[in-house]
Structure formats: structure tokens, C-alpha cells
């Protein structure tokens, strides 16, 4: 398997302007996370979701962002307008629990988003 | 709300020379803890799940274990090749739904000089 695909690798832009990531979980997986990686916070979720449907947003900073899973196999995390203080890296990761008792996440590589 | 605190936030190691590292944890119900690896500009890597107190798991250079408060991550006779952040995360049992989310610790920077 490919493992999980995320896209773009870098980005660099501007304040003001939105940004889009993108995700493809490991094919079967029913379970997608979106992560963001700081030094100063480490590891937070942002969103979930579970076959397709967000369960708990409750880390999403606030209305600039937003995430879609439109199927089993793509989602994306938007930043509208972005900040300065959005530059991270975001990470996506899937899950096939709880089938089989198989909870564990693989992550993708990560997008790093610069923020000018 | 879920913690999880990993110790100590940097550890330098000679080559050959063991050691552990240490995360704490509290959670309303534990339904597992997990352990990954983490190489600078990629993506945090699976190593190991445990259930419950008591149990271990090994995979080459590395064993991990848990208890009730705490879970180890034991590196016997480390390699330059084992350098890189560990990270420790909680998953926690829910009653209801479908809840699977990890809360990870800030992880631990293992440099390993030959």
C-alpha cells in the first residue's frame, strides 16, 4: 500500500490567502485525522472523522478553518484567510479502527505551510 | 481532560549505552497507549500499542511496557540509527460513539553518537 498521501509538500503564501491541503488515507481505513505540529504545542488534533462523517471538531482554532471527507478515499483541510500563525506542519493520518482491535494511526509526510 | 507527559525532552546517548524514557499519562479510561517514531520532516511512525498494565511489546532495539500510570520505552544497546523523537499518545475509552482520538505528549529527542 501506498500509505497515507498528502499534497502539497510545502506551501508558502501569503496573509490573506486560503489555503487547501489535501488527504488520501490508506485504502479500507474509515478513520481520518488531521493533525497540526508545532514546537511550542506539539501534536494537536484539529478534526476527525469517522466513515466520512466529522465526529469531534473541537480542535479546529476557529471559523477560518474548515475540513470536508466527500469520500472514503479524499479530504481536505481549508485555511480561509490564512495567518502567520498558522505556519505548521499539518499531518493527516487514518485508521482502520475498531475493526479488528487495529486503533493505531499511520501518518503521512506532512504539509509544511508557511505563512507570510 | 486527557495529559500525557514524556521525560526527559532530550536524551543524548553514546552508542551501545542503554536507557529509557519515560511517559505519563492520566485518562478517563485507558483503551490503549501508543508509542511512534518521529524523523525529522516526516511523519510520526507506528512502533507499538498496549492494552494494559503489565503487558510488553519488542521490536528490535526497543521494548515498551505499562502500567497503571506510566509506560517505558526501553532502547538496549542503541545505534546512531535510532536517533529521533518518540512520541508517546493515549487513546481513551468511550462509553458511547465513535471516538478514537489520540492525545500525544511533546515526545523525546534521542540522539544516539556513535
Known amino acids: 500500500d501506498a500509505g497515507v498521501i498528502q499534497s502539497p509538500r510545502h506551501e508558502v503564501t501569503e496573509m490573506g490567502q486560503e489555503v487547501t491541503l489535501r488527504c488520501k488515507p490508506i485504502?479500507?481505513?474509515?478513520?481520518l485525522f488531521w493533525y497540526r505540529q508545532t514546537m511550542m504545542r506539539g501534536l494537536e488534533l484539529l478534526i476527525y472523522f469517522n466513515n466520512n462523517v466529522p465526529i469531534d471538531d473541537s480542535g479546529m482554532p476557529e471559523d477560518r478553518f474548515s475540513a470536508k471527507m466527500p469520500n472514503a478515499s479524499f479530504s481536505t483541510l481549508k485555511i480561509q484567510p490564512s495567518e502567520p500563525r498558522d505556519s505548521a506542519v499539518y499531518f493527516c493520518?487514518?485508521?482502520?479502527?475498531?475493526?479488528?482491535?487495529?486503533?493505531?494511526?499511520?501518518f503521512g509526510p506532512g504539509t509544511r505551510l508557511t505563512v507570510t | 481532560e486527557d495529559q500525557v507527559t514524556q521525560s526527559p525532552e532530550a536524551l543524548r546517548l553514546q552508542e551501545g549505552e542503554s536507557s529509557s524514557l519515560n511517559c505519563s499519562y492520566t485518562v478517563s479510561g485507558l483503551r490503549g497507549l501508543f508509542w511512534y517514531r518521529q524523523d525529522p520532516g516526516k511523519g510520526p511512525e507506528f512502533l507499538f500499542t498496549?492494552?494494559?498494565a503489565g503487558e510488553e511489546k519488542e521490536k528490535e532495539r526497543l521494548k515498551a511496557t505499562l502500567t497503571k500510570k506510566e509506560s517505558f520505552l526501553h532502547i538496549t544497546a542503541p545505534k546512531p540509527e535510532d536517533s529521533a523523537t518518540y512520541l508517546c499518545?493515549?487513546?481513551?475509552?468511550?462509553?458511547?460513539?465513535?471516538?478514537?482520538?489520540?492525545?500525544f505528549g511533546k515526545g523525546t529527542l534521542l540522539t544516539v553518537n556513535p
Open positions: 498496549l492494552y494494559s
Open positions: 493520518a487514518s485508521s482502520l479502527a475498531p475493526q479488528g482491535r487495529k486503533y493505531e494511526q499511520y
Open positions: 499518545a493515549v487513546q481513551a475509552r468511550n462509553s458511547g460513539g465513535s471516538n478514537y482520538k489520540l492525545t
Open positions: 485504502s479500507g481505513h474509515n478513520s
